[in-house]
């Protein structure tokens, strides 16, 4: 069965500076697609960003980007330049093809200070 | 842009009584799915439909049912409630018109049985 793990239950950053989020998965599939969603205390989950395992090239998007390393089935979030508005929690997701059903990892609580 | 509209934010409820958590789209997504959320756990599917009428479990359905009459309206429902269903619910819905779609997700209900 697929897993995701975040073996991050908390991290912190300070404003401006980059922090990692980790994430690995287990699937026997080639193809499938990955997530990062992120919870603000609002409670609304709002997609960072996607990558599908077809594409080499990691995907970015603004001051979010990952490195998605297939082998190792790693898929960690990078925030570049954190904003107090960051703060949130991180959710990584696996999606196989032709299936609509995430398969969330466990969360990583970001704080951000000033 | 999409919305998925939860009926409750913030619901009481007492042990063994049914429970309708209620929720509506209105972008005419054929997937609706019911997630649950707790600390440390992340979410996990409860069911899912992908069309009217239709409905799959997910990995912890015991205990709830769902409706999904029209195809905007995926309802969960809990028969009879138990302390160990407090939790946050989540519902999201996507369109499998477009590939690699996203979920949207509601704001979500966070139930207390008492």
């Known amino acids: 069965a697929q897993t995701v793990t975040q073996s991050q239950p908390e991290m912190s950053v300070q404003e401006a500076e980059t922090v990692t989020l980790s994430c690995t998965y287990d699937t026997s599939e080639s193809d499938y697609y990955l997530f990062w969603y992120k919870q603000p205390p609002s409670r609304q989950m709002i997609l960072v960003i996607r990558?599908?395992?077809?594409?080499?090239q990691n995907a970015t998007e603004n001051r979010f980007s990952v490195n998605f390393q297939k082998a190792a089935k790693s898929f960690s979030l990078k925030i570049s330049d954190s904003q107090l508005g960051d703060a949130a929690m991180y959710f990584c997701a696996y999606r196989m093809p032709n299936t609509d059903k995430l398969i969330f990892g466990t969360g990583t609580r970001l704080q951000v200070f000033p | 842009d999409v919305k998925v509209t939860q009926s409750s934010r913030y619901l009481v409820k007492r042990t063994g009584e049914k429970v309708f958590l209620e929720c509506v789209q209105d972008?005419?997504?054929?997937?609706m799915f019911w997630y649950r959320q707790d600390p440390g756990l992340g979410l996990r599917l409860i069911y899912f439909s992908y069309d009217v009428k239709m409905k799959e479990k997910g990995d912890i359905p015991e205990g709830y049912s769902v409706s999904r009459e029209k195809k905007e309206r995926f309802s969960l429902i809990l028969e009879s409630a138990s302390t160990n269903q407090t939790s946050m619910y989540l519902c999201?819905?996507?369109?499998?018109?477009?590939?690699?779609?996203?979920?949207?997700f509601g704001s979500g209900t966070q139930l207390s049985v008492l």
């Open positions: 990558q599908e395992a077809y594409k080499q």
């Open positions: 999201a819905s996507s369109s499998y018109r477009v590939a690699n779609e996203k979920l949207f």
């Open positions: 972008m005419d997504h054929e997937n």
